[in-house]
């Protein structure tokens, strides 16, 4: 990466929107602004934050990063929040919920002196949502965002959370339908990828290659990937099914990759039914890769010729994004934030059954020129809505507003 | 020949929009109705202007949002038509417009024994926005530097002074046909085939690569 982070994805956008970053951050020079997590490394809001926050810093604002601690039981508290607000019945005891709290208080003690100074506080995601309530001296304007699909949240658990919510001055959203009844202005913003990450930077030729050898690939068969969980959210059986209709017709493999899921036993299930699933099928290929596994994956989508992400339910779906970021149309099921990126007939298909995505496959596999235009046209439309660079352009646009508070329209 | 400089320079402009739950939504076509009788003008004015500034492709099949989810999620593909000729310039008010989406919708109800649902993860949510507006602090005292400016403007400029300016000024009118008629009458057929320009079916990048075609041509002979 070159000293400048502005410079190097100046080359990728071009500098006609960092120019536009530029000016919009001017009226928030120096201003001091605290982003609060539970961790900084693993998950994608920790992936973001270590981008965004030198760039705000390059942007001339006084931006800085830090992360909550606690013990176990506030973990495994805290995964019942995510679980709960994504809409699973989850009990959570007492005690864990003291835990919570007493973490948050732990916290404060040392993070209050600089949260009660900053002018704009972004708190991320439940785990440090209580800090609010204890810094009761606090000047500036604090925004809770949100990265979880609480489309449909369990009840019980979003009343409990929600008392520390209403408080904010403003929430964050990724997508309409996540947005809650809450007093304050809830504004909506989609996540990001980072195109200098590992994850999507550009790669050689050999290291793309090199995934043939590895995973014994035929180079001469076409491959369709999913990247996803083992999930029955992620549909790996209904992935399989789609491969066994469409090889009928055209010779291809099935890359099925994704992490294993050792705290979740539904997931360990999940895996055993799609390994038993593929046993008699060679050209299915199940990888189970480690969390960062990063390179390996943006080599397997770049050998790609077209990606899957049939889920059933999905919150946003950033692996589509990433997928399309390589110039790969995408088909995906019709659901979530998928829709939001997968534009249909566009930058790939929505399909909503096996069958349809079957069909898809077949379509693109032998309308090679139809597959490169949407693949082209998937790129360009992750390069203009799901880049870093807009994501950043959005909270700026947000500081600006909640700084200035004039109204639907601000005239700087 | 050399133009006379009897006009204020025009100051090139740059917005980006901030995107608001207003927290109404609507699942069937009498929720639709309803809440437009209620709702913040500035959410009609987003799914109608605002929609150039979201992801879209060069081709969108409407230009607003409310023919969109009309089709696509309701299905019915009548109203969804007549909703899609709606043309906003022609509505002085946030309210004429508002009005005449009601009486599309109440026809299409007259005309329906079942009212039309959707599935819930389907509705339509109501949005509105902020548009926070900068001074790029650059200015040009020549429509013939348009030539050269306008490929280099952003996304955000194209938005702000040529779909923004149609409601924000009382002309309902374009910056760049306000200030071109500043000057003298060379400039009428420009202007003319600015105002020929229909930018609700391209997208943002798309009219400034018509618009920088438009000024190349015009304006590379004058020059």
């Given at each position: 990466m070159t000293s400048s982070m502005l410079d190097a994805y100046a080359q990728i956008v071009g500098e006609t929107v960092i120019s536009h970053l530029r000016q919009l951050a001017e009226p928030l020079a120096g201003m001091k602004v605290v982003h609060v997590n539970s961790t900084k490394n693993g998950g994608g809001v920790a992936e973001i934050l270590h981008r965004l926050i030198p760039l705000k810093r390059e942007l001339g604002i006084d931006a800085r990063w830090e992360t909550i601690t606690g013990e176990g039981e506030f973990y495994e508290c805290t995964k019942k929040f995510h679980n709960a607000l994504q809409g699973t019945p989850v009990g959570i005891s007492n005690t864990l919920l003291e835990v919570y709290e007493k973490t948050n208080e732990r916290n404060a003690e040392a993070?209050?002196?600089?949260?009660?100074?900053?002018?704009?506080?972004?708190?991320?995601?439940?785990?440090?949502?209580?800090?609010?309530?204890?810094?009761?001296?606090?000047?500036?304007?604090?925004?809770?965002?949100?990265?979880?699909?609480?489309?449909?949240?369990?009840?019980?658990?979003?009343?409990?959370?929600?008392?520390?919510?209403?408080g904010f001055d403003a929430s964050i959203f990724s997508l309409p339908a996540f947005a809650q009844s809450l007093p304050h202005t809830q504004c909506i913003i989609p996540p990001s990828i980072d195109p200098l990450s590992e994850k999507n930077m550009d790669l050689s030729q050999d290291e793309i290659d090199s995934v043939y050898s590895r995973f014994e690939l035929d180079p001469d068969k076409p491959i369709i990937l999913q990247v996803s969980r083992f999930d029955r959210f992620k549909d790996p059986l209904g992935v399989i099914h789609a491969y066994k209709l469409s090889k009928k017709f055209i010779p291809l493999q099935l890359i099925l990759a994704g992490g294993t899921a050792t705290d979740d036993p539904e997931g360990e299930m999940v895996l055993n039914e799609t390994q038993t699933a593929v046993a008699d099928y060679p050209d299915i290929h199940v990888l189970l890769l480690p969390p960062d596994a990063h390179r390996i994956i943006n080599a397997l989508q770049r050998a790609s010729d077209l990606i899957l992400q049939k889920s059933i339910k999905e919150g946003f779906g950033l692996t589509v994004a990433e997928a399309m970021w390589k110039g790969k149309p995408v088909i995906g099921g019709d659901t979530g934030?998928?829709?939001?990126?997968?534009?249909?007939?566009?930058?790939?298909?929505?399909?909503?059954?096996?069958?349809?995505?079957?069909?898809?496959?077949?379509?693109?596999l032998h309308n090679r020129d139809k597959l490169r235009e949407m693949g082209q046209k998937a790129k360009a439309f992750v390069m203009e809505n799901f880049l870093i660079t807009r994501h950043l352009r959005e909270y700026l646009t947000l500081m600006v507003a909640l700084a200035h508070n004039e109204g639907e329209r601000i005239e700087l | 020949m050399k133009v006379v400089q009897t006009v204020e320079p025009f100051n090139i402009k740059d917005c980006a929009l901030l995107v608001i739950a207003t927290g109404k939504s609507a699942q069937n076509l009498r929720e639709l109705r309803d809440n437009l009788i209620t709702i913040d003008p500035g959410s009609i004015y987003y799914h109608f202007w605002g929609t150039l500034l979201r992801p879209r492709f060069d081709d969108p099949e409407y230009n607003n949002d409310f023919a969109s989810w009309v089709r696509h999620n309701?299905?019915?593909?009548?109203?969804?038509?007549?909703?899609?000729?709606?043309?906003?310039?022609?509505?002085?008010?946030?309210?004429?417009?508002?009005?005449?989406?009601?009486?599309?919708?109440?026809?299409?109800?007259?005309e329906s024994e079942l009212v039309l649902w959707t599935k819930v993860?389907?509705?339509?949510?109501?949005?509105?926005?902020?548009?926070?507006?900068?001074?790029?602090?650059?200015?040009?005292?020549?429509?013939?530097?348009?030539?050269?400016?306008?490929?280099?403007?952003?996304?955000?400029?194209?938005?702000?002074?040529?779909?923004?300016?149609?409601?924000?000024?009382?002309e309902k009118r374009d910056d760049f046909r306000a200030w071109l008629s500043g000057f003298d009458e060379r400039y009428a057929d420009l202007i003319e085939e600015l105002a020929a320009i229909d930018p609700f079916f391209s997208s943002l990048t798309q009219l400034r690569r018509m618009l920088s075609l438009i000024f190349q041509n015009m304006l590379g002979d004058i020059s």
């Open positions: 993070l209050r002196p600089q949260l009660e100074e900053a002018d704009i506080v972004f708190i991320h995601d439940p785990q440090p949502a209580a800090l609010l309530n204890l810094c009761p001296n606090r000047k500036g304007l604090w925004i809770w965002r949100c990265h979880i699909d609480v489309s449909k949240p369990y009840r019980p658990v979003w009343k409990y959370l929600k008392k520390f919510v209403v934030g998928i829709r939001l990126q997968v534009v249909n007939y566009h930058t790939g298909f929505l399909i909503n059954t096996p069958e349809g995505a079957a069909l898809r496959i077949r379509y693109l | 309701l299905h019915d593909a009548i109203l969804a038509e007549r909703l899609g000729v709606v043309d906003p310039s022609e509505f002085n008010e946030i309210d004429d417009l508002r009005h005449e989406l009601i009486d599309l919708i109440e026809e299409r109800l007259d993860d389907q509705q339509f949510y109501f949005l509105r926005s902020q548009i926070v507006v900068f001074d790029t602090r650059k200015s040009i005292h020549t429509p013939e530097e348009l030539v050269d400016i306008i490929p280099q403007l952003s996304i955000g400029s194209i938005f702000y002074h040529f779909i923004d300016a149609k409601r924000r000024t009382p």
